[in-house]
Nanobody, 125 residues
Framework: QEQLVESGGGSVQAGGSLTLSCGHS??????MAWFRQAPGKDREGVAA????????YYDDSVQGRFTISHDNTNNTAFLQMTSLKPEDTAMYYC????????????????????WGQGTQVTVSS
């Protein structure tokens, strides 16, 4: 069972930046993603990366502000978040699954098998 370990969450003021990390050990698939879930809301896909060709997906709400990447040497995925807004406040989850490129980049939460424990991001105005 692949384990994903997230870190990097915290509290920042609006306009600030945070970088989330997601370490993994034995995962050999090509698809990783970040999801978030705010209280009372459904889990939503924020960003995804297909490592076969480094293609990425971003939700419109974070396009231009968030960057997903993966360090193949250290088996770590990152989510760099800039210009943070109060509406970005949520629990953020790293996820991975052996999906095709097209499916990966559509970030279907139900098709992701491996999940991290979540890391809280709080943005104050």
């Amino acid at each position: 069972q692949e384990q994903l370990v997230e870190s990097g969450g915290g509290s920042v003021q609006a306009g600030g930046s945070l970088t989330l990390s997601c370490g993994h050990s034995d995962y050999t698939g090509r698809c990783m993603a970040w999801f978030r879930q705010a209280p009372g809301k459904d889990r939503e896909g924020v960003a995804a990366i297909y490592m076969g060709d480094s293609s990425t997906y971003y939700d419109d709400s974070v396009q231009g502000r968030f960057t997903i990447s993966h360090d193949n040497t250290n088996n770590t995925a990152f989510l760099q978040m800039t210009s943070l807004k109060p509406e970005d406040t949520a629990m953020y989850y790293c996820a991975a699954s052996r999906l095709s490129r097209s499916l990966c980049l559509s970030v279907p939460a139900g098709d992701f098998i491996f999940w991290g424990q979540g890391t809280q991001v709080t943005v104050s105005s």
